[in-house]
């Protein structure tokens, strides 16, 4: 039972993560959505080892922190990533990284060309999302004439409305 409650936390960490990486980017680089507006100035020290550990070769780190999570944004090898850690415990909570449309599975490409296509719909963002089970998912941000849409795309190339901000 203790199990399922952490996972379920995780899950929640997990979808606010996206959410704010998402609003982050359509509000011009704020950072943070009002649920996590409340800021700490320390990165847990563990959540640094790792980065450290796991990202050896680059530079201008930046680190945003909120009471639940702290992201670091780099370039690595000229492309944007972020990395989210717990900062209770300094665990890795996920990685995200801009990607191109072309990249994203066959299916949803298909179906993303076909349901989101212009002029109704403008493609704003692809985005690689993967969590600290090495479970990848991709977020697809498309902007209509009434509203934007965040599509979640599975690794078999199903495509789901995630969440839409009018």
Not at 89 to 112: E, N
């Given at each position: 039972m203790k199990h399922n409650t952490l996972s379920q936390k995780t899950n929640t960490i997990n979808k606010q993560l996206v959410m704010a990486f998402f609003v982050a980017m359509m509000l011009i680089g704020t950072a943070f959505t009002k649920a996590n507006a409340a800021t700490t100035t320390t990165v847990n020290s563990n959540a640094v080892a790792l980065f450290k550990e796991a990202y050896k070769n680059v530079s201008k780190v930046t680190w945003k922190t909120t009471k639940l999570f702290s992201k670091a944004s780099f370039v690595q090898d000229g492309v944007a990533m972020e990395v989210f850690y717990n900062n209770n415990?300094?665990?890795?909570?996920?990685?995200?990284?801009?990607?191109?449309?072309?990249?994203?599975?066959?299916?949803?490409?298909?179906?993303?060309s076909k349901n989101y296509a212009a002029p109704n719909y403008t493609l704003k963002s692809c985005i690689e999302y993967t969590n600290s089970d090495n479970e990848t998912s991709y977020y697809v941000s498309v902007e209509g004439t009434k509203a934007t849409k965040v599509l979640e795309v599975s690794n078999n190339g199903s495509v789901s409305v995630f969440k839409t901000i009018k």
């Open positions: 415990d300094g665990s890795l909570i996920a990685t995200s990284k801009s990607i191109s449309f072309t990249t994203l599975p066959a299916a949803a490409i298909k179906y993303i």
